[in-house]
């Protein structure tokens, strides 16, 4: 089984909506991050987590929010969906070693109408 | 200026071509680094991280830092088909990493 799992893996929606990407580790790590990735603008952060009850905003934090429930969950949520949303979103967890490895799940490629 | 610049590309070479990725970075106070592979459809996976400058060999890859000129580099030799993907180099300060936009390689049979 995948160590970092996202869920669902593609999703199309409409405009206004809210969502909820989850995603869950079974790497035993505290830290855990957000990504969207655009064509042309590579990987941009949107939260990250240290542990359970630290949550810290990215580059791109508007129009997002998170919740993290559990070491292993951590989940992104759009509370009102527009166009300009539609990318690839990863999540990926680390260690709080020096190098700081980050590990990622396959990405949930959203789509909003 | 951005921390990370990293070209684009993309970049098609023929097989067995040596291929080499470069970016180069604004904080001097960057002490990690880090090279990311991905393939289409899939997340990012490690490819190799170094700490100091000089070099890091793993098999036909090649990881390079000049801290003087705040350039890092990937060479890959004998590069294959399925070397193709799209490579993303990534620095770390005290925070999260620093990924650049990433440089889309073709390795063409």
């Known amino acids: 089984d995948a160590d970092v799992t996202q869920t669902p893996r593609n999703r199309i929606t409409k405009t206004g909506k809210r969502i909820m990407l989850e995603c869950s580790q079974t790497k035993g790590h505290d830290r855990m991050y957000w990504y969207r990735q655009d064509p042309g603008l590579g990987l941009r952060l949107i939260y990250y987590s240290f542990d359970v009850k630290d949550i810290n905003k990215g580059e791109i934090s508007d129009g997002y929010s998170v919740s993290r429930q559990a070491q292993a969950k951590f989940s992104l949520s759009l509370e009102s969906a527009i166009p300009n949303q539609t990318a690839l979103y990863f999540c990926?967890?680390?260690?709080?070693?020096?190098?700081?490895?980050?590990?990622f799940g396959p990405g949930t490629r959203l789509t909003v109408l | 200026q951005k921390e990370v610049e990293q070209d684009p590309g993309p970049l098609s070479v023929p097989e067995g071509a040596i291929v080499s990725l470069n970016c180069t970075y604004s904080?001097?106070?960057?002490?990690?680094f880090m090279w990311y592979r991905q393939y289409s459809r899939k997340g990012p996976e490690l490819l190799m991280y170094t700490y100091s400058s000089g070099n890091k060999e793993d098999g036909r890859f090649t990881a390079q830092v000049d801290k003087s000129s705040k350039y890092i580099s990937l060479f890959i030799r004998d590069s294959q088909p399925s070397d193709s993907a799209t490579y993303l180099c990534?620095?770390?300060?005290?925070?999260?990493?620093?990924f650049g936009k990433g440089t889309r390689l073709s390795v063409i049979a």
């Open positions: 990926a967890t680390s260690e709080a070693a020096t190098t700081d490895t980050q590990y």
């Open positions: 904080n001097s106070a960057f002490q990690y």
């Open positions: 990534a620095i770390r300060r005290d925070t999260p990493l620093v």
